[in-house]
T-cell receptor, first 110, second 114 residues
């Protein structure tokens, strides 16, 4: 069963704009992770936020976590064409396993 | 640099064939995973392994089996391939210690069953 649900399913913005993607989940978690997948490739880990953290930054990425609302957001600032990809959130409430959402397909238009 | 490799990027098989998908990681990770990815369904866990010769079913194990004879290698087996197993298959590995269970993925194998 899918725990994480991303919103929106697809997002198209102009280069230089900020992109925000949201993830909701159902059960308590140890941490929440975001991954990127370029077309037809494997997933690449972007950032991990623990359940006791509220915000985390990595370069142009900013992740927030609200455990009371069981939701997280991923913000990509100053988007570039190379950011075009699908983005997935994943939660680890079940030991070493991760449960992935269905992803947000992000398109950056030049 | 950490690396997960999969034996094939593209594979075409016929219905009823036995199919082996191989995955190798060079990071000495304890955990290894097999997922399939289909449009609109995201990633679904087929099987995973916490240690050599150990395996556990994921969410959709039917029609699949796995083998882990060595720590670095995790094989996915389709005993008798069917058309509904046409999909992208992704292998991943992770460490088992600590709270950072980041998974490292291979490039994927796109399997078509005719």
């Amino acid at each position: 069963s899918q725990q994480g649900e991303e919103d929106p399913q697809a997002l198209s913005i102009q280069e230089g704009e900020n992109a925000t993607m949201n993830c909701s989940y159902k059960t308590s978690i140890n941490n929440l992770q975001w991954y990127r997948q370029n077309s037809g490739r494997g997933l690449v880990h972007l950032i991990l936020i623990r359940s006791n953290e509220r915000e985390k930054h990595s370069g142009r990425l900013r992740v927030t976590l609200d455990t009371s609302k069981k939701s997280s957001s991923l913000l990509i600032t100053a988007s570039r064409a190379a950011d075009t990809a699908s983005y997935f959130c994943a939660t680890d409430s079940r030991a070493q396993k991760l449960v992935f959402g269905q992803g947000t397909r992000l398109t950056i238009n030049p | 640099d950490v690396k997960v490799t999969q034996s094939s990027r593209y594979l075409v098989k016929r219905t009823g064939e036995k199919v082996f998908l191989e995955c190798v990681q060079d990071m000495d990770h304890e955990n290894m995973f097999w997922y399939r990815q289909d449009p609109g369904l995201g990633l679904r866990l087929i099987y995973f392994s916490y240690d050599v010769k150990m395996k556990e079913k994921g969410d959709i194990p039917e029609g699949y089996s796995v083998s882990r004879e060595k720590k670095e290698r995790f094989s996915l087996i389709l005993e008798s391939a069917s058309t509904n197993q046409t999909s992208m298959y992704l292998c991943a590995s992770s460490l088992s210690t600590g709270g950072n269970n980041e998974q490292f993925f291979g490039p994927g194998t796109r399997l078509t069953v005719l």
